[in-house]
């Protein structure tokens, strides 16, 4: 019985540090420069094709543990370091929360903000509003925020059911895992941070909508732990997960934006046009024109 508990224990390490190698090597790692892309029909947007994008997501996501590198360990250790203390003590943290007065309806009430419904709405709702406005800045984000919320909602059920951790709620907060559980880790956490990240990527500029995002994520992390949904460690590698996720996505679709066509010589404009000029007599140099 001892040794089917510490095999248990074993394995939920290694699913843990692999997680760890993922999240380190395709995030923590300066990406290789790659050669200017050729222009093409959809050069300054992140249209494309929605779902061989999320393949290949999921490739890179997957085979990442298998490059991980000596020195992503100065992102693993501190990690993993951090979710062992915050796993040692998740008992205790639990049981330190109160159970009495308003404080788990609150919770779950802050908590809605995070569910799939509201952040699959949220992005949603982005796009289509986008699109029908013509601004096509927030119709990519609403593109890119439904999938980096697919791609995390796939790699928070793999660990969910493969985990099986207990929840706070049960057998006095003991958190055991592999037993049926779907505490480990957080979807809520992990969705709200995967929508945050996307939106704080493409308005990195606006720094409203980059820490009101963080915000409203970190309040939905929080408050399933306050409300007795999660432990404390569930909520941290969820936030982590999702704020990497969002990030390498945003990071690897965004495209520059497409190059301005020549002015047509016609059409009436106020700006100058620089042009090259070339003359057999007195050689080559350049012009200044105003179109009008």
Not at 96 to 118: F, L, M, N, Q
Not at 207 to 219: N, Q
Request: aromatic letters at 14%; a positive charge; charged letters at 20%.
């Amino acid at each position: 019985m001892r040794g089917s508990f510490l095999k248990k224990y074993l394995f939920a390490g290694g699913l843990i540090l692999i997680l760890g190698f993922a999240a380190i090597n395709i995030f923590g790692t300066t990406p290789t420069p790659s050669p200017t892309p050729q222009p093409s029909p959809n050069a300054g947007s992140t249209t494309g094709n929605f779902f061989k994008d999320i393949v290949r997501d999921h490739k890179a996501i997957w085979t990442a543990p298998f490059h991980a590198k000596s020195r992503d360990l100065k992102w693993i250790l501190p990690l993993g370091g951090v979710t062992a203390v915050l796993f040692a003590t998740d008992r205790k943290t639990a049981n330190a929360v109160p159970t009495t007065g308003d404080w788990e309806k609150v919770s779950r009430d802050i908590s809605y903000i995070g569910s799939g419904y509201a952040t699959a709405g949220v992005s949603a709702g982005m796009y289509l509003l986008g699109k029908a406005i013509k601004n096509e800045k927030l119709r990519d984000t609403g593109r890119l925020a439904a999938e980096a919320l697919i791609d995390t909602a796939a790699v928070t059920q793999v660990f969910k059911y493969g985990m099986g951790r207990e929840r706070p709620f049960v057998d006095a907060g003991r958190g055991r895992f592999f037993e049926g559980g779907q505490s480990f880790f957080s979807g809520h956490a992990s969705s709200s941070f995967a929508v945050a990240s996307v939106l704080a990527c493409q308005y990195d500029d606006n720094p409203w909508i980059k820490f009101g995002a963080y915000g409203i994520a970190s309040a939905v992390a929080v408050s399933r732990y306050t409300g007795h949904k999660h432990f404390l460690s569930d909520v941290l590698v969820g936030s982590v997960v999702g704020y990497e996720i969002g990030n390498y996505v945003c990071k690897n679709r965004q495209t520059k934006p497409a190059a301005t066509a020549d002015p047509d010589p016609n059409k009436f404009s106020w700006k100058p046009v620089m042009a090259p000029w070339f003359d057999r007599r007195f050689g080559m140099g350049g012009q200044l024109v105003w179109h009008f």
